[in-house]
C-alpha cells in the first residue's frame, strides 16, 4: 500500500460535480491517496473509525467476520467508511480489494476543516450516508402489520378496585360496536351448575368467538376460576389499572395473566377522574405490567372508552405526521380541519418536525397552543438561525433544547402523554429505524429532528446515536401499521412531480463576491434564486425516498397540502401563514372527499360519529 498527496486531475466522480474550482481542489488538497493490491485490506472490522475513503477506481469488497460472501462491492465514486466515521463507531466489517485499487482518504481532522470551507462536500457526503441507509432499508423485511384480536380478557390491575362506572362505560361502547361481552353471570344463566371447563360451555365460546367481531371477557377482581377462564380463552389481556402503581409485588392475577400472554398480547389501561394533557406515575405501572401499548381514560365521558374499543376492536384511528421543516405548522392545520368534523385521533407518529407537532397533539394541545409552541420553539428562540464553530454540528443546539423542555415539559414522559404516541429516528449505532415509545418528550422530539451536519445527534443513556428519522422514512406509515389496526391520515410534504430548478449556475456567486451581497440589501435582492444549503440537504437526505410507493393499506389516505412556491424548509417565521392556508385547503378538500364517497376519510369521518365541532 502507498500514500500520495493527491494531484487535481479532471476526475469526473459524481461527489465532487456539485463544488466549485476553489471547493475541489480544496478537497483533494485535503485528500491522500492510496493505492492497494488486489487483496489487501483498507480497514479491518473493529478498527477506529477515524476516516472515510473515496474510491478512485477499482473496487472493494465489503465483508464481516465469518461471513463467506460480502455484504457488498464497491466502485469508482462510492464513499466507503461513511456510516462508522459519522457514527464515530468501530469499522463493521472488512473492506478489501479484489482488484487493484486507488482510494481518496479523508480524516477526521481534515473533515472538520472542509466544513467550514466546502459546506458543499459535507451535504455530498451525508447524501452518500443517506443512499446507503436506503439500499441497507430496501433489503429489509416489510414491517410486520399489527395483528387484531378477536377475543379480550379484562382484569384488575394492582390492588385498587376499578370504578363501576369505568366497567359502565365500557359496556356501552362495546355493545356500541357490537360486540359480545361475556362476564360470571352470563355463563351462569346460559349453563346453570355446569363447570367452566366442561366442553359444552368451551364450545359455545369459541363459537361465539367465530360469529362475533369482538369478544370481551370481563373477569372478576380477583382470581376466581371465572377470571382464570377468561384470561386462557383471550388472545390479548387489558389490565384495568386505578391510582399509581403498588410498590408490591404482583398480585395472583397478574402474575397468572403474565405467565399466560406474552408482552406483545398485554394492554394497561390507566383509569383516571379527569382528563389532562399529562399525567404522573406511568413507568411504574409500565414496570410493573410491561405490555405492548398502555392507555389513559377519563370518567368524565364516553370519549376515552370509544377511543380504547375502537384498539380493542381494530378501528383506531391514527395521525401519521411525516417531516418538513418549515412545512410542519401544515400538520395543526390538517389537524384542526378534522377536529372540526368531530374526529378523535387515537395515537400519532410523526418524524423529524412531524414528530414536534404529533407530541403536541398526543398531548391534547389544541392548534392554537401548538401555533404559539411552534412561535415559540422556532421563532421567539432562534433555534435554526445560530450558528455555531462546526465541531460537532453547524448549529448551536442549546436553544432548540431549552424551547422543547419549555413547551413539552422537562419532566413530561411519553408514556404520561394522554395520547399513545411515537417518534421516529435513525439510529446510527445500530443502523436502522428507532421507534421511540418511552422516555422524556422532549428528548423523542430532538432524536427525531437531529438533521444531520446542522443539529448535533442525540445520545442515550445506552450510547445510541440518534439522529432525523427523515434520513431513512420521512412518512413513517410502516410505523404506525405495526403498532394497530384501523384507517390512518398521513400528512406529508413530498412532491410526485419532477422539480426544476431556473438557476444559471454561471451566476452562482463566489465566496468574497456572496459576502459583498450579503453585506449591501440592494445586491442581496439580485443574488440568484436558488435554493439554501440547508434546503438542499434537506433534499439530499430524502432524495431517495419514493412517495407513490407508501405502505398504505385501503384505509389511510395521504394528503399532501400545497405550499407557496420558493417556501424554504427553515422559513419558521412563515410559520401562521402555512398553518392557516393548510387549514382551509384541508377544510376544502375533506368536503370533496366525502361528497365523492372516499371509503378512507368515510372511515376517518365515520369513527367518532362525525360530531361536528361548534
Same mark, same amino acid.
Given at each position: 500500500?502507498?500514500?500520495?498527496?493527491?494531484?487535481?486531475?479532471?476526475?469526473?466522480?459524481?461527489?465532487? /460535480?456539485?463544488?466549485?474550482?476553489?471547493?475541489?481542489?480544496?478537497?483533494?488538497?485535503?485528500?491522500?491517496?492510496?493505492?492497494?493490491?488486489?487483496?489487501?485490506?483498507?480497514?479491518?472490522?473493529?478498527?477506529?473509525?477515524?476516516?472515510?475513503?473515496?474510491?478512485?477506481?477499482?473496487?472493494?469488497?465489503?465483508?464481516?467476520?465469518?461471513?463467506?460472501?460480502?455484504?457488498?462491492?464497491?466502485?469508482?465514486?462510492?464513499?466507503?467508511?461513511?456510516?462508522?466515521?459519522?457514527?464515530?463507531?468501530?469499522?463493521?466489517?472488512?473492506?478489501?480489494?479484489?482488484?487493484?485499487?486507488?482510494?481518496?482518504?479523508?480524516?477526521?481532522?481534515?473533515?472538520?476543516?472542509?466544513?467550514?470551507?466546502?459546506?458543499?462536500?459535507?451535504?455530498?457526503?451525508?447524501?452518500?450516508?443517506?443512499?446507503?441507509?436506503?439500499?441497507?432499508?430496501?433489503?429489509?423485511?416489510?414491517?410486520?402489520?399489527?395483528?387484531?384480536? /378477536?377475543?379480550?380478557?379484562?382484569?384488575?390491575?394492582?390492588?385498587?378496585?376499578?370504578?363501576?362506572?369505568?366497567?359502565?362505560?365500557?359496556?356501552?361502547?362495546?355493545?356500541?360496536?357490537?360486540?359480545?361481552?361475556?362476564?360470571?353471570?352470563?355463563?351462569?344463566?346460559?349453563?346453570?351448575?355446569?363447570?367452566?371447563?366442561?366442553?359444552?360451555?368451551?364450545?359455545?365460546?369459541?363459537?361465539?368467538?367465530?360469529?362475533?367481531?369482538?369478544?370481551?371477557?370481563?373477569?372478576?377482581?380477583?382470581?376466581?376460576?371465572?377470571?382464570?377462564?377468561?384470561?386462557?380463552?383471550?388472545?390479548?389481556?387489558?389490565?384495568?389499572? *386505578?391510582?399509581?402503581?403498588?410498590?408490591?409485588?404482583?398480585?395472583?392475577?397478574?402474575?397468572?395473566?403474565?405467565?399466560?400472554?406474552?408482552?406483545?398480547?398485554?394492554?394497561?389501561?390507566?383509569?383516571?377522574?379527569?382528563?389532562?394533557?399529562?399525567?404522573?406515575?406511568?413507568?411504574?405501572?409500565?414496570?410493573?405490567?410491561?405490555?405492548?401499548?398502555?392507555?389513559?381514560?377519563?370518567?368524565?365521558?364516553?370519549?376515552?372508552?370509544?377511543?380504547?374499543?375502537?384498539?380493542?376492536?381494530?378501528?383506531?384511528?391514527?395521525?401519521?405526521?411525516?417531516?418538513?421543516?418549515?412545512?410542519?405548522?401544515?400538520?395543526?392545520?390538517?389537524?384542526?380541519?378534522? /377536529?372540526?368534523?368531530?374526529?378523535?385521533?387515537?395515537?400519532?407518529?410523526?418524524?423529524?418536525?412531524?414528530?414536534?407537532?404529533?407530541?403536541?397533539?398526543?398531548?391534547?394541545?389544541?392548534?392554537?397552543?401548538?401555533?404559539?409552541?411552534?412561535?415559540?420553539?422556532?421563532?421567539?428562540?432562534?433555534?435554526?438561525?445560530?450558528?455555531?464553530?462546526?465541531?460537532?454540528?453547524?448549529?448551536?443546539?442549546?436553544?432548540?433544547?431549552?424551547?422543547?423542555?419549555?413547551?413539552?415539559?422537562?419532566?413530561?414522559?411519553?408514556?404520561?402523554?394522554?395520547?399513545?404516541?411515537?417518534?421516529?429516528?435513525?439510529?446510527?449505532?445500530?443502523?436502522?429505524?428507532?421507534?421511540? /415509545?418511552?422516555?422524556?418528550?422532549?428528548?423523542?422530539?430532538?432524536?427525531?429532528?437531529?438533521?444531520?451536519?446542522?443539529?448535533?445527534?442525540?445520545? #442515550?443513556?445506552?450510547?445510541? =446515536?440518534?439522529?432525523?428519522?427523515?434520513?431513512?422514512?420521512?412518512?413513517?406509515?410502516?410505523?404506525?401499521?405495526?403498532?394497530?389496526?384501523?384507517?390512518?391520515?398521513?400528512?406529508?410534504?413530498?412532491?410526485?412531480? #419532477?422539480? #426544476?430548478?431556473?438557476?444559471?449556475?454561471?451566476?452562482?456567486?463566489?465566496?468574497?463576491?456572496?459576502?459583498?451581497?450579503?453585506?449591501?440589501?440592494?445586491?442581496?435582492?439580485?443574488?440568484?434564486?436558488?435554493?439554501?444549503?440547508?434546503?438542499?440537504?434537506?433534499?439530499?437526505?430524502?432524495?431517495?425516498? *419514493?412517495?407513490? =410507493?407508501?405502505?398504505?393499506?385501503?384505509?389511510?389516505?395521504?394528503?399532501?397540502?400545497?405550499?407557496?412556491?420558493?417556501?424554504?424548509?427553515?422559513?419558521?417565521?412563515?410559520?401562521?401563514?402555512?398553518?392557516?392556508?393548510?387549514?382551509?385547503?384541508?377544510?376544502?378538500?375533506?368536503?370533496?372527499?366525502?361528497?365523492?364517497?372516499?371509503?378512507?376519510?368515510?372511515?376517518?369521518?365515520?369513527?367518532?360519529?362525525?360530531?361536528?365541532?361548534?
Amino acid at each position: 500500500m502507498s500514500d500520495f498527496a493527491p494531484e487535481t486531475p479532471s476526475l469526473n466522480l459524481a461527489l465532487f /460535480r456539485t463544488l466549485s474550482p476553489e471547493q475541489r481542489a480544496r478537497a483533494f488538497g485535503a485528500m491522500v491517496r492510496r493505492d492497494l493490491e488486489r487483496g489487501q485490506m483498507l480497514v479491518a472490522q473493529g478498527d477506529p473509525s477515524d476516516s472515510l475513503f473515496v474510491v478512485l477506481h477499482g473496487a472493494l469488497a465489503v465483508r464481516r467476520t465469518g461471513e463467506p460472501a460480502p455484504i457488498s462491492v464497491l466502485r469508482a465514486g462510492e464513499v466507503v467508511g461513511e456510516i462508522g466515521f459519522f457514527a464515530n463507531v468501530p469499522r463493521t466489517a472488512d473492506v478489501i480489494a479484489i482488484r487493484d485499487t486507488s482510494v481518496l482518504m479523508l480524516t477526521r481532522d481534515a473533515y472538520q476543516k472542509l466544513a467550514e470551507h466546502a459546506p458543499a462536500l459535507v451535504e455530498a457526503l451525508l447524501a452518500a450516508l443517506a443512499r446507503r441507509f436506503a439500499e441497507q432499508t430496501s433489503r429489509l423485511a416489510p414491517i410486520p402489520p399489527s395483528p387484531k384480536a /378477536r377475543t379480550v380478557a379484562l382484569v384488575n390491575g394492582g390492588s385498587e378496585p376499578v370504578p363501576p362506572t369505568f366497567v359502565r362505560r365500557l359496556r356501552e361502547a362495546l355493545a356500541a360496536a357490537d360486540a359480545e361481552i361475556i362476564d360470571e353471570g352470563r355463563i351462569a344463566t346460559m349453563f346453570p351448575g355446569r363447570l367452566l371447563d366442561t366442553s359444552d360451555v368451551t364450545d359455545w365460546l369459541n363459537e361465539l368467538e367465530q360469529s362475533a367481531p369482538l369478544v370481551v371477557y370481563l373477569g372478576n377482581g380477583d382470581a376466581s376460576g371465572w377470571t382464570r377462564k377468561a384470561i386462557r380463552q383471550a388472545d390479548m389481556v387489558v389490565f384495568a389499572c *386505578r391510582g399509581d402503581a403498588p410498590e408490591s409485588a404482583r398480585t395472583e392475577i397478574e402474575t397468572f395473566a403474565c405467565e399466560v400472554h406474552p408482552m406483545s398480547a398485554r394492554r394497561v389501561v390507566r383509569v383516571h377522574d379527569r382528563r389532562s394533557s399529562a399525567v404522573k406515575g406511568t413507568a411504574a405501572w409500565l414496570t410493573r405490567l410491561p405490555c405492548f401499548m398502555h392507555h389513559h381514560v377519563s370518567l368524565e365521558d364516553q370519549v376515552d372508552v370509544e377511543s380504547l374499543v375502537r384498539f380493542l376492536s381494530g378501528r383506531a384511528v391514527g395521525f401519521v405526521a411525516a417531516g418538513g421543516g418549515s412545512f410542519g405548522p401544515a400538520h395543526v392545520g390538517v389537524y384542526k380541519a378534522f /377536529r372540526e368534523r368531530g374526529v378523535m385521533f387515537d395515537i400519532f407518529v410523526g418524524t423529524s418536525v412531524g414528530s414536534a407537532m404529533a407530541a403536541g397533539f398526543a398531548k391534547n394541545y389544541e392548534a392554537e397552543d401548538l401555533e404559539r409552541g411552534t412561535h415559540e420553539i422556532f421563532v421567539k428562540s432562534r433555534s435554526f438561525r445560530r450558528p455555531t464553530w462546526p465541531r460537532y454540528a453547524l448549529l448551536d443546539h442549546k436553544a432548540f433544547d431549552r424551547a422543547l423542555a419549555d413547551q413539552y415539559g422537562a419532566e413530561c414522559r411519553i408514556e404520561d402523554c394522554w395520547r399513545p404516541f411515537a417518534a421516529v429516528a435513525t439510529n446510527l449505532s445500530t443502523h436502522s429505524l428507532e421507534l421511540i /415509545r418511552s422516555g422524556l418528550l422532549w428528548h423523542a422530539v430532538r432524536a427525531s429532528s437531529a438533521i444531520p451536519g446542522l443539529l448535533p445527534p442525540f445520545y #442515550t443513556s445506552d450510547g445510541a =446515536m440518534l439522529v432525523d428519522g427523515c434520513l431513512v422514512d420521512n412518512v413513517p406509515i410502516a410505523q404506525m401499521l405495526q403498532l394497530k389496526c384501523g384507517p390512518n391520515l398521513v400528512v406529508h410534504f413530498g412532491d410526485l412531480a #419532477t422539480e #426544476t430548478f431556473e438557476v444559471d449556475y454561471a451566476s452562482l456567486p463566489g465566496r468574497l463576491e456572496l459576502a459583498a451581497a450579503m453585506l449591501l440589501p440592494f445586491r442581496k435582492k439580485l443574488l440568484p434564486a436558488a435554493p439554501s444549503a440547508v434546503n438542499v440537504l434537506w433534499r439530499s437526505l430524502v432524495a431517495h425516498q *419514493r412517495y407513490d =410507493m407508501l405502505p398504505t393499506t385501503p384505509l389511510d389516505y395521504v394528503m399532501r397540502p400545497p405550499f407557496p412556491p420558493g417556501l424554504g424548509v427553515t422559513e419558521f417565521e412563515r410559520h401562521t401563514e402555512i398553518f392557516s392556508a393548510a387549514h382551509l385547503w384541508a377544510r376544502e378538500a375533506i368536503a370533496e372527499l366525502e361528497a365523492e364517497g372516499n371509503p378512507a376519510i368515510t372511515a376517518i369521518l365515520g369513527s367518532n360519529g362525525d360530531q361536528r365541532s361548534p
